[in-house]
């Protein structure tokens, strides 16, 4: 359809010569907040936090598995050095993470007042006016009145009806033309700001559980005893507002580590079915007593939780000076390289003999020799256990002041006596058996850990370890707390429908009475129209009710008249 000639859409406006007002350093700050603060960048901020976790997975923790970032330097030097740079290593922790982090804090805050504020402003308003045609609104449909309802009668019966299901009503109009507005669904406005007030108070409790908390490590040998302050762990890392006079001393001795492996189906044979920790805890000022620590059954105690890391086995070992004497005796725990438990460990012999003495060896559970004459091991279990052992002397770099790691050993100032291309083979050694050390430094023993077994039995001959890991979270009950109100606002606010409904009284010409009924939702709601029909439907049979029990009445108010004009 044509414009008249002078309509304002009939002719482009000149922009020629046109200045755009400029927004100024407050009008930018403005603009910076109410995009910080949408919802849509609230959930963009939610999903980058989640993809920013994922290199915490992929690469050890610092704070979780120092050892793992450890090994990770000696398997991959360069790619670690690059990972350490961009704090791969230590990712929750973070600047890059931190900073996604507090952004998602102020965004959802920012979110969240507002939407508050103007969700108690509409819990307090009635519901709006009855719209003029109710035929444009979707679930729209018509019951004609009994004869002889009036309007009001009809409006005040739907008005009852509608606030037993639940919806705030409010009456509209005079005269004949009466109506109800009703609506319901503010639940779900209430289950959102819960959601994302929850989400709040989850980011607030990690924030101050990991300041006031602790994450520390501790391998045990079996028979072996951990006390609970902090020169006992291997490792310890304190949040920023820990205090070491609040860790709760006791002891735990790990007695005994068993491990169940499947032989009965060929197809895993030598799997892991089940790890169990027997331990003895002793609480300060208590009695002790057993418990056991499994992968997914950490043991609390004094404000902690021990959760079961890593296992392995340890070789006792005694190296003896020349002299037969004995200057070196120890259970060495030895990392398993592959899941048949091969194992690599170092000992070290800093004094006693005419050089310190470095060790390299490689355990065999159930050692077996490949065609390229390479030692293995077949089976994770003791079956047929062997330790190799490779020599070196010189300096063991102890002296320096430098920390060294107890799993690694630097050939770079010492001599290889033993194994490679010395000419002299590596030492080989069954639990129990004594071998002499190059150079007449003396002897090397693989102790038997169950010496009075019986001959050949070597099930019990090398002790296990377990790695723990002792955790204090003093926010865990208020991370349930908001976990469970999350999952409750995100339910409710999925599940609860937004919606209006309006009930319309319309008199007729021929005297009958018209009821119109529409509804109209904010958002896909897909029950809207059997919702609007069965409240149509229920009305409707209400007032028959209704006039039916009128008619009866006024009946039997008939009957009961004229038996008084008769007596």
Known sequence: MSRPSDHIDSHPADTTGVVQPTLGLAGWLRFGWRQLTSMRTALFLLLLLAIAAVPGSLVPQRS???????QYFTDHPELASFLDNIQAFDVYSSAWFSAIYLLLFVSLIGCIIPRTRHH??????????????????????????????????????????LKSNGYRVA????????????????????????????????????GF???????G?????????????????????PGRFFDDATLDPYTLTLDEFSVIYDDQNTAALGQPVDYTADVTLTPRGEERGTDQVKVNGPLR?????VFLLGNGYAPSITVSNADGTPVFTDKIPFLPQDANLTSLGVVKVPDGLPEQLGMIGFFYPTQETARSGAFFSSYPDLVYPMLTLNVYTGDLGLDEGVPTSVYSLNTDNMTQLTGGQTG???????????????????????????????????SNSVPRFASFDIQRDPTQAWVLVFAILVMLGLLTGLSVPRRRVWVKAVPQSDGTLRLEYAGLARGEDPG?????????????????????????????????????NDA
């Open 64 to 70: 979780a598995d120092p050892n793992g970032v450890t």
């Open 217 to 237: 490590q501790r391998v045990l040998v079996e028979g072996q005893t951990f006390t609970n302050t902090l020169l006992a762990y291997d490792s310890f890392n």
């Open 120 to 161: 108690l402003t509409a819990l307090r308003a009635t519901p709006p006016a009855t719209p003029a045609r109710l035929a444009r609104l979707a679930g729209f449909t018509t019951r004609v009145a009994p004869v002889g309802t009036e309007s009001a009668t009809a409006i005040t019966s739907a008005r009852s009806l």
């Open 301 to 305: 105690s004094g404000g902690t939780d």
């Open 528 to 564: 809207l129209v059997a919702a609007v029909t069965a409240i149509a439907d229920r009305h409707s049979t209400l007032m028959e009710a209704h006039t039916t029990n009128t008619r009866t009445t006024a009946h039997a108010s008939g009957l009961a008249l004229d038996q008084f």
């Open 424 to 458: 002299v083979e590596t030492l080989e050694l069954l639990p129990g058996e004594t071998l002499d050390l190059p150079k007449g430094l003396g002897t090397v023993t693989f102790n038997n850990a169950d010496p009075t077994a019986p001959n050949g039995d070597l």
């Open 209 to 215: 559980g990991g300041g006031f908390g602790f994450a």
């Open 171 to 206: 009456l509209y109009g005079e005269g004949g033309s009466l109506s109800v507005s009703a609506e319901r669904g503010y639940t779900r406005e209430t289950g959102n700001l819960v959601f994302h007030s929850a989400l709040v108070g989850l980011l607030v409790v990690a």
